[in-house]
């Protein structure tokens, strides 16, 4: 019965620490797409070009970038307008092991917010090798575009938009296995501005 009874005590104390450590993942993943997407924003209004923050899913061409970073990674692209092909800024970044983008969070009735849509684009990154040209490759998932003036390509007339990270794991079929269900980060993104707003 002592035995039992420390064991209890033992698995009391361990699990807020193992949640609270997930929690303070997923948190400062949500901080840093946050920052990322204002990154990219400023990068549209320095460089007076079209910029996007891309989030694929399971559908796209995976001659583009690894499988795994379904609803998993982002990365940010920016239109070379006078080669008329999108340049990839930096590396695609990945989310912690037990993050995800959510890829069909409810509407929320009470604030009237609505998901990121889910659009298709082309993109062409710029290409290393000697011959000089780059491949188009197919892109499915949401994106955020960020325009010169710093505003978004989303409707100015629809609610607030919103994307959502939440504590879970992509299960390869374009969906996610949650995890703690309670635990979830919310952007919401102003289409005119371009602002986003950590929730």
Same mark, same amino acid.
């Given at each position: 019965?002592?035995?039992?009874?420390?064991?209890?005590?033992?698995?009391?104390?361990?699990?807020?620490?193992?949640?609270?450590?997930?929690?303070?993942?997923?948190?400062?993943?949500?901080?840093?797409?946050?920052?990322?997407?204002?990154?990219?924003?400023?990068?549209?209004?320095?460089?007076?070009?079209?910029?996007?923050?891309?989030?694929?899913?399971?559908?796209?061409?995976?001659?583009?970038?690894?499988?795994?970073?379904?609803?998993?990674?982002?990365?940010?692209?920016?239109?070379?307008?006078?080669?008329?092909?999108?340049?990839?800024?930096?590396?695609?970044?990945?989310?912690?092991?037990?993050?995800?983008?959510?890829?069909?969070?409810?509407?929320?009735?009470?604030?009237?917010? /609505?998901? +990121? =849509?889910? @659009?298709?684009?082309?993109? #062409?990154?710029? !290409?290393?090798? &000697?011959?000089?040209?780059?491949?188009?490759?197919?892109?499915?998932? /949401?994106? +955020? =575009?960020? @325009?010169?003036?710093?505003? #978004?390509?989303? !409707?100015?007339? &629809?609610?607030?938009?919103?994307?959502?990270?939440?504590?879970?794991?992509?299960?390869?079929?374009?969906?996610?296995?949650?995890?703690?269900?309670?635990?979830?980060?919310?952007?919401?993104?102003?289409?005119?501005?371009?602002?986003?707003?950590?929730?």
């Amino acid at each position: 019965m002592v035995v039992i009874g420390i064991i209890a005590i033992a698995i009391g104390l361990l699990a807020p620490a193992v949640g609270t450590g997930s929690g303070r993942a997923l948190e400062g993943a949500t901080r840093q797409f946050t920052a990322d997407l204002e990154n990219a924003r400023q990068l549209a209004i320095a460089e007076r070009t079209r910029t996007r923050v891309l989030i694929p899913d399971k559908n796209a061409n995976s001659s583009a970038f690894s499988s795994e970073l379904a609803l998993h990674g982002y990365t940010i692209v920016s239109l070379n307008k006078v080669a008329n092909t999108w340049k990839q800024r930096g590396r695609w970044t990945r989310l912690p092991q037990s993050a995800a983008f959510h890829p069909t969070p409810p509407v929320d009735a009470a604030t009237e917010e /609505a998901v +990121i =849509e889910t @659009r298709n684009s082309s993109i #062409t990154p710029i !290409d290393n090798s &000697a011959s000089g040209t780059g491949a188009t490759r197919d892109f499915t998932g /949401a994106y +955020i =575009e960020f @325009r010169p003036n710093g505003s #978004t390509s989303l !409707d100015p007339t &629809a609610p607030a938009q919103v994307l959502v990270l939440a504590d879970g794991i992509p299960d390869g079929n374009g969906g996610m296995t949650a995890k703690n269900r309670s635990l979830q980060y919310r952007i919401s993104i102003d289409p005119l501005t371009g602002s986003a707003i950590l929730k």
